[in-house]
């Protein structure tokens, strides 16, 4: 069974940096490809992220050069480090893993972890 | 970007009703289209991907459609537990956008 546990989140001040993890067991982080998705308090979804099997990485400009996304093979772990953090990142932010055979990018979602940047 | 206009952003309907939702794309995205329902304070979920796949799992009574620029998601009959707020994604061209998302609520 497919389970993504995602950790790391929590209150940072602006400028300030922090790592999210996203634990994955049932499948093999490295032979997928994995997504990051945020939503701000009441708003809708936002794509931040992607990486894929062969390591290729894509960014949305609002965190382009701030965020960084990686994995670790030998934990089975995805990570978003987070520099340069903004009030406007403030948000829930969502691991995912592709669908399998089931197409396209966000078949399975972690439980989310919450940023809050604030002073 | 691709824009996502998706429409209504809420609706109002009850239990048994079809309800339809909408959204557009600025240009064309082939099949690159999935559908998700989020309910408060969940994670989302995705229903239907690559425009009309159904996800495992997911009844019946929920259906998508659509080609190129144009796509629709359908329940066929709202149930009790349907009530939520259902986003698109184009994951086409990056960056992936998604609708601003419709809320089903109870009439």
């Known amino acids: 069974e497919v389970q993504l546990v995602q950790s790391g989140g929590g209150l940072i001040q602006p400028g300030g940096s922090l790592r999210l993890s996203c634990a994955a067991s049932?499948?093999?982080?490295?032979?997928?490809?994995m997504t990051w998705v945020r939503q701000a308090p009441g708003k809708g979804l936002e794509w931040v992220s992607v990486i894929y099997s062969g390591g290729a990485t894509h960014y949305a400009d609002s965190v382009k050069g701030r965020f960084t996304i990686s994995r670790d093979n030998s934990r089975n772990t995805l990570y978003l480090q987070m520099n340069s953090l903004r009030a406007e990142d403030t948000a829930m932010y969502y691991c995912a893993k592709d669908g399998g055979e089931a197409r396209g990018p966000l078949g399975y979602w972690g439980q989310g972890t919450l940023v809050t940047v604030s002073s | 970007d691709i824009q996502m206009t998706q429409s209504p952003s809420s609706l109002s309907a009850s239990v048994g009703d079809r309800v339809t939702i909408t959204c557009r794309a600025s240009q064309g995205i082939r099949s690159d289209l999935d559908w998700f329902q989020q309910k408060p304070e969940k994670a989302p979920k995705r229903l239907i991907y690559?425009?009309?796949g159904l996800q495992s799992g997911v009844p019946s009574r929920f259906s998508g459609s659509g080609s190129g620029t144009e796509f629709t998601l359908t329940i066929s009959s709202l149930q009790p537990e349907d009530f939520a707020t259902y986003y698109c994604l184009q994951h086409n061209n990056y960056p992936w956008t998604f609708g601003q998302g419709t809320k089903v609520e109870i009439k």
């Open positions: 049932g499948f093999t982080v490295s032979s997928s490809y």
């Open positions: 690559a425009v009309s």
